[in-house]
């Protein structure tokens, strides 16, 4: 087995994707042999010594297609140490630590399927040119009328960098 970590992600808007970026580059800066992949371009996880994988969340819940990637591989992540991070709108909020407990339980089905040995919550982006027009996101540009969420590139570099920070020692094994 080589010795890297696999960094995946689903992510619709794109995000997501860069998130799993600055944590591979954290990752890499740390020393570490790192690929990072979108899930659906997932083929293996044997040649991987660990797992950082992360999702966009859409209804209070990580995506379809990352679901299914923890489900197809829930015997091989529970041998391996896993980390997982989500990338919400709530976070982006100027009142978001009041949340920030009560979204924990948006990992309540993740954890009915992994044991991550650590995990990142962080906010994401929203950009309306970026989505398709559905249901959902007239729901969601609904929601950005109200006031409740804005758009924009709400990321926190320094926050993600610090979660990638911390998990070299715990992904060792
Ligand atoms: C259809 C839809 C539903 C969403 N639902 C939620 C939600 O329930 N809670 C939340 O905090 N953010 C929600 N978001 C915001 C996304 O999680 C956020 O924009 C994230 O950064 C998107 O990641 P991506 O760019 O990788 O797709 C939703 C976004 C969309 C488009």
Redesign the pocket.
């Known amino acids: 087995m080589n010795n890297k970590i696999l960094v995946t ?11 799993a970026e600055a944590i591979g580059q954290t990752l890499i800066g740390e020393g570490l042999q790192v690929d990072v992949l979108p899930m659906k371009d997932v083929k293996e996880l044997a040649s991987y010594n660990a797992v950082v994988a992360g999702s ?6 990580w ?1 379809p297609e990352a679901m299914h990637f923890l489900r197809n591989h829930r015997v091989e992540l529970s041998q391996k140490p896993f980390a997982a991070f989500m ?5 982006s909020m100027a009142n978001a630590e009041q949340y920030r407990e009560g ?1 924990k339980s948006w990992m309540n089905p993740i954890h009915g399927l992994v044991h991550p040995i650590s995990e990142g919550y962080f ?5 309306f040119s ?2 398709p027009f ?1 249901f ?2 007239l ?2 540009r609904l929601v950005v009328l109200l006031g409740v ?1 804005k758009q924009g590139d709400h ?1 926190d570099w320094s926050a993600i960098h610090t979660w990638a920070e911390s998990l070299p020692s715990q992904l060792r094994r």
């Open positions: 992600y689903a992510s619709q808007a794109g995000s997501t994707a860069g998130v966009a969340i859409h209804g209070q819940k995506l990338v919400c709108i709530t976070l979204l906010a994401g982006a929203l950009d970026k989505l559905s959902n996101t729901a969601m969420w990321r």
